[in-house]
Nanobody, 127 residues
Framework: VQLQAYGGGLVQAGDSLRLSCAAS????????VGWFRQAPGKEREFVAG????????RAADSVKGRFTISRDTAKNMVILQVNSLKPEDTAVYYC?????????????????????WGQGTLVTVSS
């Protein structure tokens, strides 16, 4: 599975972006998908995830109410809509898929649970 995240950019605080994760080789409906981010000098952290079934989503407390994850089945993409951006949201954002696991409704938050990663897309939020 090859993943590509894109849609990042330089924005001002309060702006919005639409981050996309595209997959080749398999359809996203086969996987649980997560978005993570890594700021300079910090560890990679979970941002949001969607279950394989698409019925469940999870978001980190720091982004709840501002970030929304969804599937675009027709385009075989997973979207992270990021609104009300803050300077502390500045990071490289990565998408990842989890191919293991039995439950189609589970959303993992640990990066160790994900099997394939795409190259990140940089989001820079100025104050």
């Amino acid at each position: 599975v090859q993943l590509q995240a894109y849609g990042g950019g330089l924005v001002q605080a309060g702006d919005s972006l639409r981050l996309s994760c595209a997959a080749s080789g398999r359809t996203f409906s086969s996987y649980s998908v997560g978005w993570f981010r890594q700021a300079p000098g910090k560890e990679r952290e979970f941002v949001a995830g969607i279950s394989r079934s698409g019925t469940n989503t999870r978001a980190a407390d720091s982004v709840k109410g501002r970030f929304t994850i969804s599937r675009d089945t027709a385009k075989n993409m997973v979207i992270l809509q990021v609104n009300s951006l803050k300077p502390e949201d500045t990071a490289v954002y990565y998408c990842a898929v989890r191919v293991s696991g039995v439950s189609s409704a589970y959303v993992a938050t640990s990066s160790d649970s994900y099997d394939y990663w795409g190259q990140g897309t940089l989001v820079t939020v100025s104050s």
